[in-house]
């Protein structure tokens, strides 16, 4: 079997877009799959690659990178060499984006030669992984965040992330810049949702990366400490390694990060010998689920906890491949009480997590990465 052709198809659609305070808008978007085909007519997807996951689209500087420069490697090459190519593209100096694309749509290629779900080519753990709710930011007020969060909690969640208040006025309601923060703000919501629910669920929190000096980040991780949250993720710009070194010697509450930052499993092992934070976070927009899997045997190995980050076809997947020791929870979202999450977006024949009452997500068991395509509407709205 050879590589054929790298191509990544636009499409537009109508989307709900969450504009914070409670309100949303529907805006025209633009999603794209990257299609990898073959010789034997067997093809291999991967849904987005852009700001949230499989949610957003490539920009067209990124479709660029993977059609002109990615496809004048991979044409004429065994699709089943994931290794070589992961790595080629390293020492390419490629970015992220384009290396986890490719790197997915060859995990989805081969599991649909092999007629395999991906979590089983890679070694099944698990078949149903815990999840929580990820909140959108800037939902309303403090008793706005507790009275979701009960709604969850009733829905079958067992766990709750809360993202505060950033680029947003919680005093006024409107957009802001992202200084200064607003501590006491995101404070409040953690004691209203702590006290609506703190006794039945896992509280998780995530400013990502908006407190601006360290006292800051100190100041809400002691009273997140005090309150028992499970984990404190990304409270700093994660150029700050030495600062968060400081932090997590300063704090009980686990430190989960780095969050965003580029460099994949490089820096991800660098901040555990740093023992910068107690937990990494990595996802498979961030080294393809070839880094994921990668990241979850190194902090197997130094008994540390590798949360995987967003949701998604390419995550689940490499939960369900691995144990929940070291992988525990998947995040489901983002969420609001204004979007409707349940419902598949117009390309898709299903969601890829729905939600049992236990709080657990089952993994799609269909080949390759699970996606039930609807190929009649990407091509009736595709736009070159």
Not at 79 to 84: A, G, N, S
Not at 165 to 176: H, I, L, N, Q, V
């Amino acid at each position: 079997m050879r590589i054929t052709e790298v191509e990544v198809i636009p499409f537009t659609l109508e989307r709900e877009e969450f504009e914070g305070g409670g309100s949303t808008t529907t805006a025209t978007t633009t999603q794209t799959l990257t299609r990898i085909g073959t010789e034997e007519g067997v093809d291999g997807y991967c849904l987005g690659g852009g700001v949230h996951g499989d949610r957003d689209g490539l920009s067209p500087t990124q479709r660029k990178r993977v059609e002109q420069i990615v496809e004048s490697r991979l044409v004429g090459e065994n699709p089943f060499d994931r290794e070589k190519f992961w790595r080629w593209m390293w020492g390419f100096n490629r970015d992220e984006t384009t290396l986890s694309v490719i790197d997915i749509a060859l995990w989805d290629l081969q599991g649909r030669a092999l007629d395999t779900p991906v979590h089983k080519l890679a070694g099944g753990c698990r078949e149903r992984v815990r999840a929580y709710a990820s909140t959108f930011p800037n939902m309303g007020s403090p008793s706005d965040y507790a009275d979701h969060a009960e709604a969850c909690q009733q829905q079958g969640y067992t766990a709750y992330k809360i993202h505060p208040y950033y680029g947003w006025d919680p005093k006024t309601g409107r957009s802001a810049p992202s200084r200064p923060s607003h501590v006491e703000h995101d404070l409040e919501a953690c004691r209203r949702v702590n006290e609506r629910v703190g006794d039945e669920m896992d509280l998780l929190y995530d400013p990502w990366g908006t407190y601006g000096s360290y006292e800051e980040a100190l100041q809400v991780g002691r009273e997140l400490q005090e309150m028992g949250f499970a984990w404190y993720e990304h409270p700093m710009n994660e150029y700050q390694v030495s600062s968060y070194e400081k932090l997590s010697d300063e704090l009980d509450i686990p430190i989960l990060a780095p969050e965003i930052a580029d460099g994949s499993i490089f820096t991800r092992a660098d901040w555990i010998t740093r023992e910068a934070a107690d937990r990494v976070r990595i996802d498979a927009l961030r080294g393809g689920i070839t880094g994921c899997l990668k990241m979850a045997a190194i902090c197997e190995a130094y008994n540390v906890r590798c949360e995987i980050h967003m949701s998604g076809f390419a995550n689940l997947q490499v939960l369900a491949a691995t144990s929940a020791d070291t992988c525990t929870y998947y995040e489901r979202g983002l969420l609001a009480p204004t979007i409707d999450y349940e419902t598949p977006p117009p390309y898709l024949e299903a969601i890829p997590d729905p939600l049992d009452d236990d709080g657990y997500v089952h993994v799609p068991q269909e080949s390759g990465i699970g996606y039930e395509l609807d190929m009649e509407y990407i091509n009736a709205h595709r736009t070159d």
